[in-house]
């Protein structure tokens, strides 16, 4: 299953980078791109001062610095579905999603963050973030309750479950499926951690690689998206013509 699946998309997006008004058939990650048009990249709250030193990090050696080992290896499950390393591009393991969810949560992530009630069990989009749990207790609760429910349905933990009930998993909570509140939780909705879950995922799959994700800059290198270079200005005018150079990251590192 994909959880970013839709037929087709037209990539006007990078129009600066590549030309065409084209469409493309879909994989997982060619929608990432959409996805980062709607929240973009240099807009995300991200932690720069501890985050150097991240790019050259090895995943199976990085010590998680807010996940626990129970937590840590439910992450690093969930994220190898989420995008999976499968079809066209890297998946997440390849590209240290984990990792960039780790530092962020470890930092200030969601401190800005207006947490005063009341928090209404409706309300519209409009009105932003509104739940008592910050980012990281969403974490903390929301991966207790997964596992929960997938010693209850499965009588074992979700990184030992086949991949289709992995992706069943997923989606219960997507849907809200998976009822938080028959487990104890009556206060956050399974949507609403898969929400914070998969938003973080594909930022850390589309950031800079000094937050941690974006290994090697291996997901711009997918997407044909050119990084932090400082200028393209003689590239306005030609129309029609794809980009050549590969992406150069805030370090000055090139793919």
């Not at 973030?129 to 933990?157: C, D, W």
């Not at 399974?190 to 938003?199: I, K, R, T, V």
């Amino acid at each position: 299953m994909y959880f970013f699946n839709v037929n087709t998309v037209s990539l006007r997006f990078f129009s600066s980078f590549h030309m065409p008004n084209e469409k493309i058939k879909l994989s997982r990650r060619t929608l990432l791109v959409a996805g980062a048009a709607a929240v973009p990249l240099m807009s995300i709250p991200m932690r720069r001062s501890q985050a150097e030193g991240l790019e050259g990090v090895v995943l199976h050696q990085y010590k998680p610095v807010f996940f626990s080992p129970a937590e840590w290896t439910f992450i690093m499950a969930a994220c190898d579905r989420l995008i999976p390393a499968e079809g066209r591009g890297p998946g997440a393991l390849e590209t240290n999603v984990p990792v960039f969810i780790d530092q962020q949560l470890h930092g200030d992530l969601g401190k800005d963050i207006y947490m005063q009630g009341p928090h209404p069990a409706e309300f519209a989009a409009t009105l932003g973030f509104q739940n008592p749990h910050s980012p990281q207790e969403m974490y903390r609760v929301g991966i207790k309750l997964a596992q929960q429910y997938s010693q209850q349905t499965h009588g074992k933990p979700f990184e030992q479950l086949a991949d289709a009930d992995k992706d069943a998993l997923l989606t219960g909570l997507q849907k809200n499926g998976v009822d938080f509140a028959a487990l104890g939780e009556p206060t956050l909705k399974a949507s609403q951690f898969f929400g914070q879950f998969l938003s973080d995922t594909k930022n850390g799959y589309l950031a800079d690689p000094m937050y941690g994700g974006n290994k090697d800059m291996k997901a711009w290198v997918a997407i044909g998206f050119p990084g932090a270079r400082g200028a393209f200005t003689e590239w306005v005018d030609q129309h029609d013509r794809k980009y050549p150079l590969g992406p150069v990251s805030l370090s000055g590192k090139r793919a």
